[in-house]
Structures are given as C-alpha cells and as structure tokens.
C-alpha cells in the first residue's frame, strides 16, 4: 500500500481524536453535550493529546522519513485516542496501544536523529522521549496532574525543537544555542520533578516555560518575518501570540503551582495547551498541512477570524478561572472549542474558494 493511502485515515483518526477531546472539553465545563459513555470526559486531556496531537505529529514525522512501516506510529496513538472516545474497559487496552505507539514514534525521533543530529532533531527525540515515559508513567497507574508535565515537556520540545530547525536561517550565535541548551534543560528537569514532587517541579518548569518564552521572542525568525505581508505576516504573528501565551503558562505554573484541579488547573493548562499550541497549529498550518494532504492552503484574510477568536475567547477563559465564574468559563470554553473548529473550516473553505477560483479561470482560458 503505497503511504498516499495510509494518510487518509491517520487524519481522520486525528480528526475524531480532535473531535473527541473538544466534546469531553466542553463535557467538563457542565455543557450538555451527549457523550458515548459516563467517564468520557475525564480522559479530555489523553485525547487531545495522545489521540489528536500525538497522532499528528507522528504522521509529519512518518512522512518525513517516507517509509511506510513509521506510520505505525501515529496508526497506533490514533486508534487508542479511538478507543478512549468509545466503550473500552477500564480502558487498559486504549493505553496499552498509545504507549505502544509513542514507543515507535520515539523509535522514529531517534531515525531521524540518526539520518540528521541536530540541535532541533535532538530537542524533538527528547520531547519523543517525554511522551513515551508520561505514557508509562500513565500505563501504571499515576495520576494525569503529576505526569502531565512529561506530555507538556512532549509538544513543547517538539515545538521549540521546530522553531530552532527554522531559526538556522538567522545564524544563531553558539551562545544562544548554549543558552536554548540550558532552557530545554529546565524544562525536561522540572518535568521529571513534577512527577515525584508536584510542586518545585512545577515551578521548576513554569521558569524554563518563561525562559523559553523569552528566548523565542528574541531569537525567533517570526520577529523579523512579521514585517512582511499575506500568509507570512499571518503565521508570524500566530507563533509571537504562541510565545506569549508560553510565556502566560509559566508565570501561572509559578503561581499556581501544585493545583490538581479547579479553575487555576485549568486556566495553567490551557494557557499552554490551548494558547500556546493551538497557536503553533494555526501557524505551521499552512506550511506542514500541505505535506501531510498534498494540497496547497491558499492564503485569504478568513483566516484571521479564527485567530482572533482563539485569543479573545482564551483570555475570557482566563479571567473566568482566575475569578472563579463557571458560567463565564463555560460560554468562554464553547467559544474556544468553536476557533478550533473554525480554523479547520476556514482552511478547507480557502482550499475549496481557491480551486474553484482557478476552475472558473480554466475554463474561461478555454472559453477564450
């Protein structure tokens, strides 16, 4: 089976897992939302996470190496993100083979670190590593708030090990490259802490997310790409939102830190899943979409729409945990599960506007 044909249901799996983790999402903030099972939404986190974003990741890496027996890996993530969403007891077996596909896609970071060691390659192998041993950790038994850290520390490498592989081309000097060292090195120690010891490992965390922060917005190349016009001012101003909510999600881990739930566990965690990651879909979007579909994502300012709604709902969702309004955080949480899925209209819209745009050209060329 040639990989064009493995693509298509790696990406509807992500898809459900996404679909999935914005309904338990909304579940949790007490929105009426039928759901297929009662403890559905307490697996939000594992879904969106292992099911939508593991899964994701994994099929871009598979693509990069373009060899069919790695796209195991996001297979793997995406069925048990699958069997999250639907009837599974105890769900043992939904863990079992998450783990087993973040072993492969560790397997995977380490082939490519093998074909291509760098400094960015290294980072992402690292984060491969983070999500395998949070996995583990979540296959025996410990609870979600000590060893989701270990999945933070997961897409935060992996990100910051994509914004360095872009950054080459500002010629980064060998002290910002010692320095990004010494960052990513917080950052993995404070999650490894947060496991046995919630709170210094927290914070420990929460000052490499700050450091970390500052660094992307001194060094990053959206700094100097935000001057431009069109698609490329767009993505540059998503990834600087990105860095600021990064940079949000630690003082906030400083803050709250050792918090297992409530509305400063949710206003830590979506600070830095939502505004931070999301913000990094948004704008790699338009140049890692087109790897992973073979189509081309034309640019129109549509795509601002979800932008903006991302941010502006997430700061209500904020102010709402901080203050304690249920009812705030739960229309500011409908507003953040529907930018998310108006970004995937508005990319599928501009895609179809676009090809429609050039049929009507063709023909009236022909007609000519």
């Not at 579940?27 to 559905?40: A, F, T």
């Not at 596909?101 to 093998?114: C, D, K, M, T």
């Not at 060893?147 to 090990?161: D, E, H, N, P, Y």
């Not at 879909?281 to 129109?300: E, M, N, Q």
Request: glycine share 10%; with cysteine.
């Amino acid at each position: 089976m040639k990989p064009e044909f493995i693509k298509i249901p790696i990406v509807l799996l992500s898809f459900i897992g996404l679909l999935g983790g914005i309904i338990s999402g909304l579940d949790r903030l007490g929105i009426s939302i039928p759901v297929i099972q009662s403890d559905y939404s307490i697996f939000h986190g594992p879904i969106m996470i292992c099911g939508f974003l593991g899964t994701l990741i994994g099929l871009e890496r598979a693509i990069a190496l373009n060899h069919k027996i790695w796209y195991f890996a996001p297979i793997l993530s995406g069925v048990g993100g699958f069997l999250l969403i639907f009837s599974v007891p105890q769900k043992l077996i939904a863990k079992i083979v998450i783990t087993a596909g973040s072993l492969l896609f560790s397997l995977v970071s380490f082939e490519i670190i093998r074909k291509q060691r760098s400094l960015a390659t290294t980072a992402m192998f690292l984060g491969a590593l983070c999500w395998f041993g949070g996995n583990i950790l979540w296959l025996t038994g410990v609870e979600i708030s000590h060893l989701v850290g270990l999945w933070a520390g997961f897409l935060i490498l992996t990100i910051a090990g994509e914004r360095i592989e872009l950054s080459r081309y500002l010629s980064l000097s060998e002290g910002s490259k010692k320095l990004f060292i010494a960052i990513i090195g917080v950052v993995l120690i404070g999650s490894m802490v947060w496991v046995i010891q919630m709170t210094p490992g927290q914070r420990i965390s929460g000052i490499g997310l700050l450091l970390l922060a500052a660094w992307l917005l001194r060094k990053d190349i959206a700094l100097h790409t935000i001057k431009k016009k069109g698609q490329t001012r767009f993505i540059a101003l998503a990834l600087i939102c990105g860095f600021f909510w990064l940079s949000i999600s630690g003082v906030l881990n400083v803050i709250f830190a050792g918090k297992t739930s409530g509305p400063y566990y949710d206003a830590v965690l979506h600070t830095l899943f939502l505004g931070f990651v999301f913000s990094m879909i948004f704008g790699h979007a338009p140049l890692v979409f087109p790897s992973i579909t073979g189509v081309k994502i034309p640019f129109y300012k549509i795509v601002y729409s979800h932008l903006i709604l991302l941010h502006a709902s997430l700061v209500i969702r904020i102010i709402a945990d901080i203050y304690t309004s249920a009812l705030l955080r739960q229309w500011s949480g409908l507003f953040n599960g529907l930018a998310i899925l108006l970004f995937f209209t508005n990319t599928a819209g501009s895609v179809g506007y676009y090809k429609m745009i050039q049929k009507y050209r063709y023909s009236d060329d022909e007609a000519g």
